[in-house]
């Protein structure tokens, strides 16, 4: 059986998405047949969505001239793709954060979106960075695209990590219960019995 994985573009999303179908494939034993993977995102495949399409987090999954074609409206699409080709066709399970090889299913073929479009996940004080990138990785599969973390907790996250939220093409919102992060000078909070504060935090 051969399988070839192509990724169309450069972005490193969609690279990173021929990196993860070709780790499954080889770890649940090269299920499938025999064709052509091509993955891209519609702009990569010769026609540039709109910029709602592009907004939108959706994809599609087509045989289509001999080749399996993992079309995605953005990157992170593309990305969602490829896990939803991995859990059917390869049986890949991420029910839980440890992930096991099961049954493959037979293929849904077709277009998928999400049916919110900001699909989120708040860490505001849980400080285990072993923690925190499992949910990085486990949230991408589960077509989460927004991740909320407090600009403390921020502020402790490695660079490995930051580099694997953006691998995936995560929205990051960053927010917090103290408002010295607008201020020049993060140590200690705002004292709000000072009339000065909103005249700092404007400027």
């Given at each position: 059986m051969t399988i070839i994985v192509r990724a169309l573009?450069?972005?490193?999303?969609?690279?990173?998405?021929?990196?993860?179908?070709?780790?499954?494939?080889l770890k649940s034993g090269n299920r499938g047949q025999d064709e052509l993977i091509l993955l891209g995102t519609t702009a990569d495949?010769?026609?540039?969505?709109?910029?709602?399409?592009?907004?939108?987090?959706?994809?599609?999954?087509?045989?289509?001239?001999?080749?399996?074609?993992?079309?995605?409206?953005?990157?992170?699409?593309?990305?969602?793709?490829?896990?939803?080709?991995?859990?059917?066709?390869?049986?890949?399970?991420?029910?839980?954060?440890?992930?096991?090889?099961?049954?493959?299913q037979e293929l849904s073929t077709g277009y998928f979106e999400g049916r919110m479009k900001r699909r989120g996940y708040c860490i505001e004080n849980y400080d285990d960075i072993?923690?925190?990138?499992?949910?990085?990785?486990?949230?991408?599969?589960?077509?989460?695209?927004?991740?909320?973390?407090?600009?403390?907790?921020?502020?402790?996250?490695?660079?490995?990590?930051?580099?694997?939220?953006?691998?995936?093409d995560y929205k990051v919102t960053l927010g917090g219960h103290c408002l010295h992060y607008l201020g020049e000078s993060r140590e200690g909070c705002i004292q709000f019995g000072d009339e000065l504060w909103q005249e700092r935090i404007i400027q």
């Open positions: 573009g450069e972005h490193q999303t969609v690279r990173f998405a021929k990196e993860e179908l070709e780790r499954y494939m495949f010769g026609r540039q969505p709109n910029k709602e399409e592009e907004e939108t987090d959706r994809f599609s999954i087509n045989r289509m001239n001999g080749e399996l074609q993992i079309i995605g409206t953005n990157p992170r699409s593309v990305l969602y793709g490829v896990y939803q080709y991995c859990k059917e066709a390869l049986g890949c399970n991420w029910s839980s954060i440890y992930e096991w090889i099961g049954e493959p072993a923690f925190i990138s499992k949910m990085v990785d486990w949230q991408a599969k589960h077509f989460t695209n927004e991740l909320f973390f407090t600009f403390m907790l921020w502020d402790k996250l490695t660079d490995e990590i930051k580099e694997n939220i953006a691998k995936r």
